[in-house]
């Protein structure tokens, strides 16, 4: 009963800490790579800006048995998409990326809306 009562505690200050690290200015440093192997600097995201503008389905997905693209609650792109394209996964990582970030911004340009970089020194920005 105690150990039930702690995990519901648990479970209870999970969702009220959820909304937090999904702050407006939550940032993240998105690493394809992996440490000591990146050609270029690091893309600092704003997840925060993101997820207020957009569903979450815009970038987060799964498919199910019949390759129906279903959203997701979020989670990690490296979990599906590999360094390299695999039979169950044609896009890899980079691309996985390349494709959704850029595709997205060059979108919003067309439709002269305000938007995000889409010149590789943008996104891979330099450290002065
Ligand atoms: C514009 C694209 C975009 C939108 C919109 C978006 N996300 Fe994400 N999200 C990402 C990316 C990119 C990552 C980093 C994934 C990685 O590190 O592999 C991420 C990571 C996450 C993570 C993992 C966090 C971590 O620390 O590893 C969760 C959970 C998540 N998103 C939930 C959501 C939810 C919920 C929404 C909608 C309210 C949302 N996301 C909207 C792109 C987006
Ligand atoms: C649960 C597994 C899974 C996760 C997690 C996942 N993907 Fe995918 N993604 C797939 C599969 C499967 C495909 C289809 C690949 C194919 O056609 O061979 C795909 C296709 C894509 C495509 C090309 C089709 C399209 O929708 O434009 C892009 C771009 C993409 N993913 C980006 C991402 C990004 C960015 C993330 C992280 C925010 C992510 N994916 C997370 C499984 C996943
Ligand atoms: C669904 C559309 C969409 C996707 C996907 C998307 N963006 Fe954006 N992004 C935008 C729009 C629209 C803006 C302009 C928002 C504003 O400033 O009002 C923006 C702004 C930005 C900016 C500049 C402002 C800021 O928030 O720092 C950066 C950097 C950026 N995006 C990086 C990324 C990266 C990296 C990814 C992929 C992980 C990504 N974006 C995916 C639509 C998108
Ligand atoms: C809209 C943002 C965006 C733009 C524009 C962009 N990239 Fe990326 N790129 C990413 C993200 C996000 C990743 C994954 C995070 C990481 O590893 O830096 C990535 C990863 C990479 C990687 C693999 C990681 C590494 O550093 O070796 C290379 C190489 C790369 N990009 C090169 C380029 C080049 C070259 C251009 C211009 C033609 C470009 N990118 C434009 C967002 C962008």
């Known amino acids: 009963m105690k150990l039930f009562v ?3 505690a648990l479970v209870f200050m999970v969702a009220l ?3 937090m690290v999904m702050g407006q200015d939550e940032t993240m440093t998105l690493n394809a790579a992996g440490e000591g192997n990146n050609e270029r600097p690091l893309v600092v995201f704003n997840h925060g800006t993101h997820a ?3 569903d979450c389905a815009n970038c987060h997905h799964e498919y199910d048995d019949k390759f129906n693209k ?3 609650e979020g989670g990690n792109c490296a979990d599906c998409h590999e360094p ?3 039979a169950e996964n044609s896009i890899p990582i980079n691309l996985a990326y390349h494709l959704q970030c850029k595709s ?3 979108r919003f340009i067309e439709m002269d809306k305000k938007s995000g970089p889409v010149m590789c020194g943008d996104c891979h920005v330099r450290k002065k």
């Open 6 to 8: 702690s995990l519901l």
């Open 17 to 19: 800490a959820a909304p």
């Open 52 to 54: 207020e503008t957009f």
């Open 70 to 72: 279903t959203g997701s």
């Open 84 to 86: 390299q394209a695999t």
């Open 104 to 106: 997205c911004h060059v």
